[in-house]
C-alpha cells in the first residue's frame, strides 16, 4: 500500500501541473513559517497543529506527536526584483557609467520592466487544540513596476525624433490582517491509515489598498523642442472587510503523509472606507532651453490634479491550490510541494511553482533544514535554516534568495512555538 500511495501522489502532482490553468501566489499565507520557509515551501504534507490553517486545515486531524500547539510569534520578509542581483548594484552604484554599461542594464531587465516584489506576514497568539485552530495575523503584500522605457531615459536621455510610449508602469498592494476559525474532521483513523477533511473561515480585515488604474506618458523631441504629455490614475481605500474560505483533504500512511489544499477559494473584501481615486495630468508643447530661460514655468507646463470621490469596490485575493507529500521519521525528514493560483494579483505569476525540502537531525534538538523551489514569480530560489527544538517549545529560524544565489532578493522568517 506504501508505494501505491507514492505513485498516488507522483501522478497527482504532474497531473495537476498540466491540466490547471493558473497562476502562482508565492508569499502570501505561510511566509512566516521558518520551517516551511527554510525547506524551499514544501510544507504542505508537513504542517501540524496550529501551522495546518496556513497550508491545509485537513491537517489539523492528522496524528502528531503534540495534541496542544501555541505560537507565540511568527515574522516573515520577502523582498525581491526581477532585474539585478547585488554583485550588479555593488558594481554600479556612483560609477559613471560607460555606453557598455548602460546597455548591460538594460539587457538584464525584461521587457516588462523593472519589477519589485514585497511580502511581509506576522503572525501572533495562535492556538490549536487537537483538530481544532485559532490563528490571526497581519500581511502585506504588493508589486510596483517601472517601465523600461523610463529606465532607457534617464540612462541615456531622448534620443532625437523617438517617440516613448511609457505605459507599463503601475501597481497594485494592501495591507490588511486575517482572523481564522480552522477544524480538521477524521474520516478514516486507525494505526495503518488515516484520511481527513477540513475547513477554515476566516474573517478579514483590510487597512489599506492602492492600485494604478492608468500610467500613460508619451515624449517626442524633435527640432522644435520637448513634446510630452501623460495621465496617472491610483484608486485608494483605508478600510473594508470580509470573508475567505478554504477546505481541504489529507491521509496519513505509516511515515508518509499527503495532503491537497485549496486556500481562499471563496473571499472577497469590500472597501469602503475612504475610497478616492488621484486623478493627474500633464502636457508640453515645443519645450527647449531657450524658452525655459525665457519664460515662466508654469507657462510651458500644464497640469491639473484632482481626488475625487469613488463607490465602494471590492477585491479578492488569489485562490490557490497546494499539493504536498512528505516522508517523516526521527532522523530524516524531506518534502515535495506543487502550488497553483487562480487570479492575476500581487505575489502572482502565470507559472506554477515546484518546491523540494529536507530536514537532518544529526543532534536532536538542533534540526538543519534546506529547500529549493522553481517557477512561478521568483524562479530559482535556494534556502536554507536550523532550529533550537526542546520539544516543549522551538525557535526556528530561515533564510531564502529568490532569484537564485545572485542575490535579486532576500527572504526570511522566525517564530517561536510551543508544544504540549
Keep these: 500500500m506504501t508505494k501505491t500511495f507514492l505513485k498516488l501522489a507522483l501522478a497527482a502532482v504532474f497531473g495537476l501541473s498540466s491540466s490547471l490553468p493558473g497562476k502562482l501566489v508565492y508569499g502570501q499565507s505561510g511566509i512566516s513559517n ?15 497543529g496550529v501551522e495546518s490553517p496556513s497550508w491545509n486545515p485537513a491537517n489539523l486531524a492528522l496524528s502528531g506527536e503534540n495534541k496542544y500547539h501555541f505560537n507565540l510569534v511568527s515574522l516573515g520578509f520577502d523582498l525581491s526584483n526581477n532585474s539585478f542581483n547585488k554583485s550588479q548594484y555593488d558594481l554600479y552604484n556612483g560609477k559613471y557609467l560607460t555606453s557598455e554599461d548602460k546597455r548591460s542594464i538594460l539587457a538584464n531587465m525584461p521587457a516588462e520592466g523593472l519589477r519589485f516584489d514585497l511580502a511581509t506576514e506576522v503572525q501572533a497568539l495562535g492556538l490549536a487544540f487537537g483538530p481544532l485552530a485559532l490563528n490571526a ?35 497594485e498592494g494592501w495591507a490588511a490582517s486575517s482572523f481564522g476559525v480552522s477544524l480538521g474532521l477524521a474520516i478514516i483513523k486507525n494505526a495503518d491509515f488515516e484520511f481527513a477533511v477540513g475547513g477554515s473561515v476566516k474573517y478579514l480585515r483590510g487597512f489599506a489598498y492602492a492600485k494604478v488604474k492608468e500610467a500613460t506618458t508619451t515624449m517626442s523631441s524633435n527640432f522644435d523642442g520637448i513634446q510630452t504629455q501623460g495621465r496617472v490614475v491610483i484608486d485608494r481605500a483605508f478600510g473594508g472587510s470580509g470573508f475567505a474560505i478554504d477546505a481541504g483533504v489529507a491521509a496519513r500512511k505509516g511515515n508518509w503523509s499527503l495532503s491537497l489544499g485549496l486556500s481562499n477559494f471563496s473571499n472577497y473584501i469590500t472597501w469602503n472606507q475612504e475610497t478616492k481615486s488621484f486623478i493627474y495630468e500633464f502636457s508640453a508643447d515645443s519645450v527647449s532651453v531657450e524658452r525655459i530661460a525665457d519664460s515662466d514655468i508654469d507657462s510651458i507646463f500644464i497640469d491639473s490634479e484632482e481626488t475625487v470621490a469613488i463607490e465602494p469596490f471590492t477585491t479578492k485575493l488569489p485562490a490557490e491550490l497546494r499539493f ?62 536550523f532550529a533550537f527544538d526542546f520539544s516543549l517549545f522551538s525557535w526556528d529560524f530561515a533564510v531564502a534568495s529568490p532569484g537564485g544565489f545572485s542575490g535579486k532578493g532576500l527572504a526570511f522568517a522566525y517564530n517561536w512555538m510551543f508544544r504540549f
Design 34 to 48: 521558518a520551517r516551511s520557509v527554510a525547506m524551499g515551501g514544501a510544507y504542505t504534507a508537513l504542517a501540524r
Design 137 to 171: 495575523s497581519g500581511f502585506t503584500v504588493s508589486d510596483w513596476t517601472l517601465s523600461k522605457e523610463i529606465v532607457d531615459l534617464v540612462l541615456n536621455g531622448n534620443e532625437f525624433n523617438r517617440v516613448y510610449n511609457i505605459g507599463d508602469t503601475g501597481g
Design 324 to 385: 504536498g507529500f512528505a516522508r517523516a521519521t526521527k532522523r530524516f525528514t524531506f518534502g515535495v510541494d506543487f502550488r497553483k493560483a487562480f487570479k492575476q494579483a500581487p505575489g502572482v505569476s502565470t507559472k506554477p511553482r515546484f518546491a523540494l525540502g529536507t530536514e537532518f537531525r544529526l543532534i536532536h534538538f538542533l534540526p538543519l533544514r534546506s529547500g529549493v523551489s522553481f517557477g512561478g514569480k521568483q524562479g530559482f530560489t535556494p534556502s536554507a535554516g
